[in-house]
Protein backbone atom coordinates (compact mmCIF):
# COMPACT_ATOMS: atom_id res chain seq x y z
CA UNK A 1 0.00 0.00 0.00
CA UNK A 2 2.97 2.13 0.73
CA UNK A 3 4.23 2.01 -2.34
CA UNK A 4 1.34 2.94 -4.38
CA UNK A 5 1.19 5.98 -2.27
CA UNK A 6 4.87 6.44 -2.81
CA UNK A 7 4.17 6.04 -6.72
CA UNK A 8 1.02 7.98 -6.65
CA UNK A 9 3.14 11.13 -5.28
CA UNK A 10 6.07 10.57 -7.71
CA UNK A 11 3.92 10.56 -10.80
CA UNK A 12 1.91 13.64 -9.62
CA UNK A 13 5.01 15.39 -8.71
CA UNK A 14 6.84 14.23 -12.17
CA UNK A 15 3.19 15.63 -13.84
CA UNK A 16 3.25 19.06 -12.17
CA UNK A 17 7.27 19.21 -13.24
CA UNK A 18 6.21 18.69 -16.65
CA UNK A 19 3.42 20.78 -17.10
CA UNK A 20 5.51 24.06 -15.68
CA UNK A 21 8.20 23.43 -18.59
CA UNK A 22 6.03 25.43 -21.35
CA UNK A 23 7.57 28.36 -23.80
CA UNK A 24 8.23 31.35 -21.74
CA UNK A 25 8.22 33.70 -24.75
CA UNK A 26 5.86 33.47 -28.54
CA UNK A 27 7.49 32.49 -31.75
CA UNK A 28 6.17 34.63 -34.70
CA UNK A 29 6.68 33.38 -38.75
CA UNK A 30 8.38 36.67 -40.35
CA UNK A 31 4.84 37.59 -41.45
CA UNK A 32 3.46 37.72 -37.82
CA UNK A 33 5.86 39.39 -36.92
CA UNK A 34 6.51 41.81 -39.35
CA UNK A 35 2.69 42.47 -38.42
CA UNK A 36 3.27 42.75 -34.94
CA UNK A 37 6.25 44.97 -34.88
CA UNK A 38 4.67 47.39 -37.69
CA UNK A 39 1.42 47.24 -35.47
CA UNK A 40 2.43 47.88 -32.06
CA UNK A 41 4.64 51.22 -31.43
CA UNK A 42 5.87 50.34 -28.13
CA UNK A 43 7.86 47.06 -29.51
CA UNK A 44 11.50 47.34 -28.38
CA UNK A 45 13.30 45.53 -31.67
CA UNK A 46 16.81 43.67 -30.82
CA UNK A 47 19.04 41.86 -33.14
CA UNK A 48 20.89 39.82 -30.96
CA UNK A 49 23.35 38.91 -33.66
CA UNK A 50 27.24 40.15 -33.49
CA UNK A 51 28.23 43.42 -34.92
CA UNK A 52 29.50 42.44 -38.44
CA UNK A 53 26.02 40.46 -39.18
CA UNK A 54 24.51 43.67 -38.10
CA UNK A 55 26.48 45.53 -40.39
CA UNK A 56 25.92 43.50 -42.98
CA UNK A 57 22.19 44.20 -42.71
CA UNK A 58 18.97 44.37 -39.98
CA UNK A 59 15.41 45.57 -39.68
CA UNK A 60 15.39 49.29 -39.78
CA UNK A 61 15.07 50.54 -36.62
CA UNK A 62 16.66 47.44 -34.36
CA UNK A 63 18.50 47.98 -31.56
CA UNK A 64 21.61 45.62 -31.19
CA UNK A 65 22.37 43.25 -28.26
CA UNK A 66 24.58 40.27 -28.61
CA UNK A 67 23.29 37.38 -26.75
CA UNK A 68 27.02 35.94 -27.72
CA UNK A 69 28.23 38.28 -25.14
CA UNK A 70 26.88 36.13 -22.25
CA UNK A 71 28.80 38.23 -19.51
CA UNK A 72 27.37 41.58 -20.42
CA UNK A 73 23.99 40.34 -22.90
CA UNK A 74 21.67 41.01 -19.62
CA UNK A 75 23.58 43.90 -18.35
CA UNK A 76 23.52 45.66 -21.33
CA UNK A 77 19.90 44.72 -22.35
CA UNK A 78 18.45 45.79 -18.47
CA UNK A 79 20.19 49.26 -19.17
CA UNK A 80 18.46 49.04 -23.08
CA UNK A 81 15.34 47.93 -22.66
CA UNK A 82 12.34 48.88 -21.01
CA UNK A 83 10.49 46.16 -19.31
CA UNK A 84 7.05 47.14 -19.52
CA UNK A 85 7.48 46.94 -23.12
CA UNK A 86 7.75 44.05 -25.27
CA UNK A 87 10.53 43.06 -26.70
CA UNK A 88 11.17 41.58 -30.05
CA UNK A 89 14.09 39.35 -30.93
CA UNK A 90 15.63 37.75 -33.82
CA UNK A 91 19.10 36.59 -35.15
CA UNK A 92 20.69 34.84 -38.05
CA UNK A 93 18.67 31.80 -37.78
CA UNK A 94 16.69 31.59 -34.83
CA UNK A 95 18.91 29.98 -32.83
CA UNK A 96 20.26 32.53 -30.49
CA UNK A 97 17.18 34.62 -30.85
CA UNK A 98 15.41 32.04 -28.63
CA UNK A 99 18.50 31.98 -26.36
CA UNK A 100 18.15 35.44 -25.87
CA UNK A 101 14.20 35.49 -25.27
CA UNK A 102 14.60 32.58 -22.64
CA UNK A 103 16.63 34.74 -20.96
CA UNK A 104 15.10 37.84 -21.33
CA UNK A 105 11.62 36.19 -20.23
CA UNK A 106 13.11 34.88 -16.94
CA UNK A 107 14.00 37.82 -16.27
CA UNK A 108 10.39 39.18 -16.49
CA UNK A 109 10.72 40.74 -19.89
CA UNK A 110 7.42 40.10 -22.48
CA UNK A 111 8.92 38.31 -25.69
CA UNK A 112 8.20 37.55 -28.78
CA UNK A 113 10.62 35.96 -31.11
CA UNK A 114 10.93 36.05 -34.87
CA UNK A 115 11.34 31.99 -35.57
CA UNK A 116 13.38 31.73 -38.87
CA UNK A 117 15.16 34.43 -38.15
CA UNK A 118 17.04 37.38 -40.48
CA UNK A 119 17.34 34.90 -43.25
CA UNK A 120 13.70 33.91 -42.70
CA UNK A 121 12.73 37.65 -42.98
CA UNK A 122 14.91 38.33 -45.90
CA UNK A 123 13.29 35.21 -47.99
CA UNK A 124 9.61 36.50 -46.77
CA UNK A 125 10.57 40.19 -47.98
CA UNK A 126 11.83 38.50 -51.48
CA UNK A 127 8.18 36.21 -51.96
Not at 4 to 27: D, N
Not at 71 to 87: E, G, I, Q
Not at 93 to 116: C, H, I, Q
Amino acid sequence: MNLKKILFVAIMVFSFSFCSLKQEFISYTPAEFEKFIQEDKSVQLVDVRRSDEFEAGHIENALLINVLDSLTFMDKANAMLDKSRPVAVYCRSGKRSKDAARKLSRKGYKVFDLDSGYLGWIKYLSE
